[in-house]
T-cell receptor, first 111, second 115 residues
């Protein structure tokens, strides 16, 4: 059972374009994390959102946590080739330390 | 400070052989996680430890898989006997309970190929 659904699964865009990645679930999460993974490496944390409705910005990346804490989105403005990678969302439930990961969105930004 | 260290980085073995993957977590971290990543199933949690004690092994596929954490600085994941369907990238991650956000720091992974 995949608790976190990410869409789209693949995206290939030109440098300078904007994009949004969605992470949806029917479950409530105490917090939600976004990771970025490059080929041959492990995922690296980008941001953690905790409060429903929270918006966080990290340079050209904007993260939003849904009001009901069931979904999240990542928006990238003016994408660059260096943004290429696999973007993973992961949810933390209740008092557990277990992260539930989505399958990820593979982004390719062409120069 | 060194990150999470995993060895080997690549492992190619034949079906039926025993495979041992190793992990050294970040010093001071008290939680350790073993994941498996495949194209079909994404990143799946196999087992995690808290203060060297296994807390949840519900993700371990079957009895062929076992994990140990004899001390705070070392963990192993063993597959015996290995099968071709075990081919995947295995990640170890660690975190600290002191960090309320529960950020996990991942190692570079071990790419396992079972022929």
């Amino acid at each position: 059972t995949q608790l976190l659904e990410q869409s789209p699964q693949f995206l290939s865009i030109q440098e300078g374009e904007n994009l949004t990645v969605y992470c949806n679930s029917s479950s409530v999460f105490s917090s939600l994390q976004w990771y970025r993974q490059e080929p041959g490496e492990g995922p690296v944390l980008l941001v953690t959102v905790v409060t429903g409705g929270e918006v966080k910005k990290l340079k050209r990346l904007t993260f939003q946590f849904g009001d009901a804490r069931k979904d999240s989105s990542l928006h990238i403005t003016a994408a660059q080739p260096g943004d290429t990678g696999l973007y993973l969302c992961a949810g933390l439930q209740g008092g557990s330390e277990k992260l539930v990961f989505g399958k990820g969105m593979k982004l390719t930004v062409n120069p | 400070d060194a990150g999470v260290i995993q060895s080997p980085r690549h492992e190619v073995t034949e079906m039926g052989q025993e495979v041992t993957l190793r992990c050294k977590p970040i010093s001071g971290h008290n939680s350790l996680f073993w994941y498996r990543q495949t194209m079909m199933r994404g990143l799946e949690l196999l087992i995690y430890f808290n203060n060297n004690v296994p807390i949840d092994d519900s993700g371990m596929p079957e009895d062929r898989f076992s994990a140990k954490m004899p001390n705070a600085s070392f963990s192993t994941l063993k597959i015996q006997p290995s099968e071709p369907r075990d081919s995947a990238v295995y990640f170890c991650a660690s975190s600290s309970l002191k960090t309320g956000a529960r950020e996990q720091f991942f190692g570079p992974g071990t790419r396992l190929t079972v022929l």
